[in-house]
């Protein structure tokens, strides 16, 4: 299934012709390709990760498969597969093989997971390294292997030379090494050994960041306390909405089994089902994980009544497709405004829902979650810890100022999907009639009702995957080859403004966030950061309405897809009068 999901994803680039940069990862391909070319390693200026490490492990891929933008794709769909997988191993080992199953399922079934993939950005890379360096880490705990566990920590190494938030990987094997583990002599050095090498570890990934630093262009994020940003607290608030609608199918799950369990625990004792279920206990922490999710609503929703508040993350997931603030214009819808109605409603619902199935698996105190840390399997432990700590980094990025987009958020899925499938607590011990299985078929209507509406929140998702995924890709496609055609026509590429993609791909400047111009048309006018390029033509994914621009025919597949080309007039002389 993990390869079917890979290869459909470079599939539909191939199908729709969308093998081409998207997104942020024009930056880091012309790096790629610049390091494969000329040994040399030149940043771009964008994007602000440490992007060494994905550029190294590249070039295998460019080596074999051709100095391609298809080379690079291939990358991000390997690994995301591997992504998936690892995915799959750590929840085998904290919830069993059948239960397991459930996660890549979940994960494949994120809308924007198909574009993602497809791509040669740095999250599903940095998160397949980090939670390999959790499988490989909790396998090394239980042999007490030290060859086994400096292979995890090199993992851990390679996945903050991706994407510093990567680091995760290996504070959770800290937290892992540190937990468990007996009190004899042999485990007090082993775990002296696993705690020096995950320092020096943490050491070396220090000395990595001061010598990106020195490299040009490195595009080092400013880092403050920026308290009074509210469109970034509103993005922080739409995470666990965002995260919930894909969790969906698990949290319904989760929440029907712990009702299904109460309701037929009072049948066991005699008295009616109704009595109890929800409306008797449905415990505190799961009661104040509710409270959170209405309130994160209502906060929302504050100035949008009686309109659907937006309670998703976008940019690979929106209703005008993926990362549409790259073109230029505003593209059309591509999802039908019911069914986008209908996936804000399950994310506020599902939001809600997930926050109280975290709240009623969250420890009370202190203590207990040692106590319940070295109960566990290494593999819990560290999953558990690498998915706090990613929250964190997320509230630390949104204190600094940093906006939430949904990709950012990916790599705390697989912890989420396997708290979802783990109990919250053992349950009571049946009596003779529940265990001769008396008590168990009267659930089965209920289970066929959980079942629809699993498969029902599933096929919503995956719609909205399909549709996503394929009209984003032809939409770009549509785009740069109508700006192809402008260069075939004698036009220069860095005289043509076609989104953020085409602009950095053709730049012969080095970008320069201080650079600026005015413009006089709709969109995001990413051609200003490249002080070299000019705006003479202009390919937008919609109608601008502007007296300087002037129409020009296009293509009848480009009209199909509202590409609109223009020529400014303001440019004198034209540079290639093409009328």
């Known amino acids: 299934m993990i390869l079917v999901v890979a290869a459909a994803s470079f599939v539909a680039s191939v199908a729709t012709g969308a093998l081409l940069p998207q997104n942020d990862d024009w930056s880091f391909m012309r790096s790629a ?186 595009d080092i994020p400013p880092f403050g306390l920026r308290l009074h940003a509210a469109g970034t607290w509103r993005s922080g608030l739409r995470v666990p909405y965002t995260l919930g609608l894909v969790l969906s199918p698990l949290s319904g799950w989760s929440l029907w089994r712990a009702w299904s369990r109460r309701s037929s625990d009072g049948s066991a004792r005699g008295a009616p089902p109704r009595m109890h279920g929800w409306r008797r206990r449905p415990g505190r922490g799961r009661v104040c994980g509710w409270v959170l999710g209405v309130c994160g609503v209502a906060a929302l929703a504050g100035g949008h009544l009686p309109h659907l508040p937006r309670v998703l993350l976008s940019n690979y997931t929106t209703a005008m497709g993926g990362f549409r603030v790259a073109t230029v214009g505003y593209a059309p819808s591509s999802v039908e405004p019911w069914l986008w109605d209908i996936a804000q409603v399950l994310g506020a619902v599902a939001g809600i829902v997930l926050l109280g199935e975290i709240g009623a698996r969250a420890p009370r105190t202190p203590r207990t979650a040692v106590a319940k840390a070295r109960a566990a399997d290494p593999a819990v432990t560290m999953l558990a810890a690498y998915t706090g700590l990613l929250a964190c980094f997320g509230l630390v990025l949104c204190l600094a100022g940093q906006f939430q987009v949904d990709r950012y958020h990916v790599p705390m899925l697989p912890g989420l999907a396997v708290l979802l499938l783990t109990p919250v607590r053992a349950a009571r011990a049946p009596d003779a009639s529940s265990a001769a299985g008396g008590g168990g078929l009267s659930l089965r209507p209920a289970h066929l009702v959980y079942g629809a509406v699993a498969a029902a929140l599933a096929a919503i998702l995956l719609t909205l995957s399909v549709t996503n995924t394929l009209l984003t890709d032809r939409r770009d496609h549509a785009v740069w080859e109508a700006a192809r055609r402008l260069t075939h026509a004698g036009v220069p590429a860095t005289a043509i403004n076609a989104g953020l993609d085409w602009n950095g791909m053709h730049a012969t400047a080095r970008l320069d966030r201080h650079h600026s111009s005015s413009h006089g048309y709709r969109g995001q006018q990413w051609m200003y950061l490249f002080p070299a390029a000019t705006d003479c033509y202009v390919v937008a994914a919609s109608e601008l309405h502007r007296g300087f621009l002037l129409e020009l025919p296009v293509a009848p597949d480009a009209a199909r897809r509202g590409v609109h080309v223009y020529r400014n007039i303001r440019c004198r002389p034209p540079v290639v009068d093409i009328m």
């Not at 468990?180 to 485990?187: A, S, Y």
Request: glycine share 8%; net charge positive; hydrophobic share 55%.
């Open 33 to 218: 390709f610049d390091l494969h070319r000329t040994g040399h390693l030149r940043l771009q200026g964008w994007g602000q990760m440490f992007l060494v490490g994905q550029l190294a492990t590249a070039q295998p891929f460019l080596t074999v498969f051709g100095d391609h933008v298809a080379s690079l794709k291939l990358y991000g769909v390997t690994a995301a597969a591997l992504w998936m997988w690892c995915a799959f191993a750590v929840a085998r080992r904290c919830v069993g093989p059948a239960r397991a199953v459930a996660v890549p399922v979940v994960l494949a079934l994120w809308p924007g997971l198909p574009l993602l993939a497809s791509s040669f950005m740095t999250d599903l890379p940095a998160a397949a390294m980090s939670l390999l360096t959790v499988l490989v880490a909790a396998r090394a705990v239980d042999e007490q292997s030290r060859p086994r566990f400096l292979l995890a920590v090199a993992a851990g190494i390679v996945a903050f030379t991706i994407r510093e938030q990567a680091v995760a990987g290996l504070g959770a094997v800290l937290v892992g090494a540190l937990v468990h583990g007996g009190t004899g002599p042999r485990w007090r050095r082993f775990r002296r050994f696993a705690v020096t090498a995950t320092v020096a570890a943490a050491v070396a990934c220090v000395v990595l960041e001061q010598l990106r630093h020195q490299l040009g262009h490195p």
